[in-house]
């Protein structure tokens, strides 16, 4: 076993103690290994709060270049920021992804996800019921605002 999954299972094994070890978890955003990175994340998104955590997040979005994080970190941020109806937020992630050249159809629905979230208040079950024609009604809508 390597360093990195080492660290991982080090993660995995922290399973309703996230909260206490929010620094640990902080620092190993900066960590070289992408796996690591995106282990560190979905505690920190799903199972912790403490201040700096959207911030990181931030900046984590402004340089990351390994699409799997990327994918957690906007589905991370879209839910802090949901409903608050903010394009700038939606441009951001835009912005990220064209950053990294990526146009598979994972980004393509984490980013109109992202959309329905941020824009309209919708959470994960919601935009998973919605109706294919809902979806892109909605998704249409939203990126008219975006221009």
Known sequence: MNDSE?????????????QEH??????????TNNL????AIRPLIYRCSAPG?????WRLLESE???DVLLLVISG???????????????????AIERVGD?????RDTLDDAKLSTM??????QIVKMSATDRQRHIAEIDAKLG
């Open 6 to 18: 080492a660290i991982i299972q080090e993660i995995d094994a922290l399973e309703g103690k996230e």
């Open 22 to 31: 929010v620094a640990w978890l902080m620092s190993l955003l900066d960590h």
């Open 36 to 39: 690591v990175r995106f282990s």
């Open 53 to 57: 955590i959207r911030e990181r997040l």
């Open 65 to 67: 270049s390994d699409e």
């Open 77 to 95: 941020l879209s839910s802090y920021y949901k409903g608050s109806k903010d394009l700038s937020v939606i441009r951001r992630f835009q912005s």
């Open 103 to 107: 146009n598979s159809q994972g980004m």
């Open 120 to 125: 309209l208040g919708f959470d994960t079950k």
